[in-house]
């Protein structure tokens, strides 16, 4: 008999049996006389279970409304592809400076309205979570989780080195001193531990000029980026290159690139001794190294009016513009933004909550130990955010890119920030020009 | 045209037709939309509105248009030839007739199949200036090795080294080519008193020299869009822009800062480069390829 003859028919069946099968796996859910909601989240593990139980709370309080969540990678270029496909989610998880652009393109719809409605207004919240999703006068989007950012340090090795780990820096002068002190440099002029890296994790690069007292843009039509409080900023970061070498200090850093979420990363092994991180830093410390001597503390200022300085970072919840149910996006929304919901959500991640009422529970509960110290930076004078500006992606690229010159050494402070406000300058010009021409200025 | 012909041609275009509609619709569309918009300031979201050549008179003045193309451009001119003489050279050591060939052609191929993500993080750990395996490796033997990954002068030189772990596919087009060498005309340049040099240069690399055009012409088109492993292992080009190439900022402009029609420009330039250098080789080809029907 011809081997084909029973080859072909095998093959045949195979195919038609997967494709049954995934027919089987993938069909939709049976009809549960409810409207199902969409909902991307970019979370996964501990984070996305947190949002995973605030989701089914809210779907055990429904009759009507069944809310779908799923985690998504790379969640603002899926949003947007999806936004211009015409189908979107009914809820996006976005990242808050996200919010401009997404804004700027009309791709996410005003909230105005139906917070106004359902009694959700911006005295309830810390102002800088609030403001960071209203755009031009308008709410696009309500505040998930917040964070602020302090400085973490080794408690062990501050002893190791004769500091007192109650007394961590308060201004950049001590900050440079006991990094000095905690450094350790091999004879060959290898790294073996840093006092402080101004390149770790380097997720706010941008920040360290208003830590600084400097602007990143004048609010009207002027970058400033290469104002003078914003080379000082520079100055100082490029000063550790200068002082331990650009090459070693690069060469060390490279160890554990992308090894944040990781055993290697070097605030758990002990390779850096102070860093800038967010409230979470303590999920990622119980987690790799939970017998690590630690603590937080403000940033140190680099002038007496520049007290307690951090980073305003937040996620954002948002109803993409086409969505097919936005009205039973939003009261899922109006559910998270409740003080039960965000405690709930904020709690499960380790995180502050952006409300302004905080519940005695979840102090209490929180396992965070300096979880008091993060809401307080919440509300400080210093408390640096993301321009809103729908260039800010460019922006921030360029800022990052100054920022590796400078700490290379291939250009000076001065240098790499007029570089940046030379090739931005123009951008924003066209930028505020399409505004005004919309007459969305 | 008879009948029978006709309705055969309709056969054709038939079978042919999940293909046409397939390049229709995701392929001739898009290509034919993006010369519209890279003549709009179009963001994906909005609607694009009309801007003429102003695009393509931006990229004239964009510094960083030209940093990416200058860096796309030294990129290919470094991997491409080296890329090619390590497949060649491959092929012609398994070419040989040696025992277990077919391992030892499994053994060099089997790096192509690692996806482009896996090869970047692997190479990450090769390449550390600090922890890697390479520079202890390059220390016993005396020589000092530079901060492959973090360093403007050593960045690009790694991205080529780790493009030569991904010559298999060539390798395996030239190892046809050289199976299909007349093995009379090797006998008879031996005859001649050829050594292997001159049996190389003479007959070997002629004869294989249309696989060569292709592989060349491949080399060309894949290097100038390299994206996957510098967009993992260098993000944002660092440093300081020395592995930020073109495609990686055609994409960040696309998808990340919402211009596509800008992108779109972008990719009309890249497309008018790869041609130009597409038919550049193959004028130069005329007179170096040897077919073997000609």
Request: net charge neutral; aromatic share 12%.
């Amino acid at each position: 008999m011809d081997r084909s003859a029973f080859t072909i028919p095998c093959l045949a069946l195979a195919v038609l049996g997967t494709l049954y099968a995934s027919e089987q796996l993938t069909k939709s859910p049976p009809d549960d006389g409810k409207i199902h909601v969409k909902y991307w989240e970019k979370w996964t593990a501990f984070e996305f279970d947190a949002m995973k139980h605030v989701v089914d709370e809210f779907n055990k309080s429904q009759n009507k409304i069944r809310v779908d969540i799923l985690s998504v990678s790379g969640i603002e270029d899926k949003t947007l592809m999806a936004v211009s496909g015409g189908i979107p989610p009914d809820v996006a998880g976005l990242y808050g400076p996200n919010v401009t652009q997404y804004a700027d393109d009309h791709a996410v719809m005003q909230l105005d309205d139906m917070c106004r409605e359902a009694g959700i207004k911006r005295d309830d919240y810390i102002a800088p979570y609030w403001d960071a999703c209203v755009i031009r006068d308008h709410l696009y989007a309500l505040p998930s989780t917040p964070a602020t950012t302090a400085l973490h340090y080794n408690r062990a090795l501050f002893r190791e080195v004769g500091l007192d780990p109650d007394k961590p820096p308060r201004t950049i002068d001590e900050l440079n001193a006991m990094a000095d002190k905690l450094t350790v440099i091999e004879k060959n002029g290898h790294v073996k531990r840093t006092g402080f890296m101004v390149t770790e994790p380097g997720w706010w690069n941008w920040a360290w000029g208003p830590f600084f007292g400097g602007k990143l843009w004048d609010g009207k039509g002027k970058i400033t980026i290469n104002s003078p409080e914003n080379i000082k900023a520079f100055t100082w970061i490029q000063s550790f290159s200068k002082k331990y070498g650009a090459s070693a200090l690069s060469s060390f850093q490279n160890g554990f690139n992308n090894m944040f979420s990781s055993p290697q990363n070097p605030f758990m092994t002990g390779q850096t001794a102070m860093e800038i991180q967010g409230v979470w830093m303590y999920n990622f410390i119980q987690k790799f190294n939970p017998k690590l001597d630690w603590g937080a503390a403000p940033f140190p200022s680099a002038s007496p009016d520049l007290q307690d300085p951090t980073v305003i970072d937040l996620d954002v919840l948002c109803i993409p513009k086409g969505a097919k149910h936005p009205k039973e996006a939003f009261e899922f929304l109006k559910f998270v933004e409740s003080q039960k919901g965000l405690e709930m959500l904020c709690l499960g991640q380790k995180k502050i909550t952006p409300l302004k009422k905080v519940s005695n529970g979840f102090i209490e509960h929180h396992p965070n130990p300096f979880i008091k110290l993060f809401i307080k930076l919440a509300y400080s004078k210093t408390a640096v955010s993301t321009p809103k500006l729908g260039i800010w992606s460019q922006y921030s690229d360029e800022i990052n890119n100054a920022f590796s010159a400078v700490t290379l050494m291939t250009k000076t402070p001065k240098q790499a920030l007029d570089d940046v406000a030379n090739r931005m300058q123009p951008m924003l010009d066209k930028y505020m020009e399409r505004l005004r021409v919309r007459g969305e200025q | 045209m008879k009948s029978i012909t006709k309705r055969e041609a309709w056969a054709g275009y038939l079978f042919a037709s999940p293909w046409l509609l397939g390049f229709l619709v995701f392929m001739s569309y898009p290509l034919i939309a993006s010369i519209y918009f890279s003549l709009c300031d179009y963001s994906v979201l909005k609607s694009p509105v009309w801007v003429g050549i102003d695009n393509y008179k931006m990229l004239m003045h964009d510094e960083l248009f030209r940093t990416t193309l200058a860096n796309t451009f030294l990129y290919a001119a470094i991997a491409l030839p080296a890329g090619m003489a390590t497949a060649i050279i491959l092929a012609m050591l398994l070419n040989a007739k040696v025992k277990g060939m077919a391992l030892y052609r499994t053994f060099f191929f089997i790096p192509s199949l690692v996806p482009q993500v896996s090869l970047a993080i692997l190479w990450r750990w090769v390449l550390d200036g600090e922890h890697g395996v390479l520079n202890p490796v390059l220390a016993k033997i005396g020589i000092h090795g530079p901060n492959w990954l973090n360093d403007p002068l050593w960045a690009k030189p790694s991205l080529v080294l780790m493009a030569m772990w991904g010559v298999g596919n060539a390798m395996l087009i030239y190892l046809a080519g050289l199976q299909d060498v007349p093995t009379q005309l090797i006998e008879a340049s031996e005859l001649d008193g050829a050594n292997g040099w001159q049996k190389t240069k003479h007959v070997t690399l002629p004869m294989i020299s249309p696989v060569i055009l292709f592989n060349g012409i491949m080399g060309i088109i894949g290097s100038l869009q390299v994206f996957t492993v510098p967009y993992i292992m260098f993000p944002g080009g660092a440093p300081v822009h020395s592995t930020y190439f073109y495609t990686e900022y055609l994409y960040d402009n696309a998808f990340r800062y919402h211009k596509m029609g800008y992108a779109s420009a972008m990719g009309w330039i890249m497309f008018i480069v790869i041609l130009v250098l597409t038919m550049l080789s193959l004028r130069m080809s005329e007179k170096h390829v040897h077919y073997q029907g000609s």
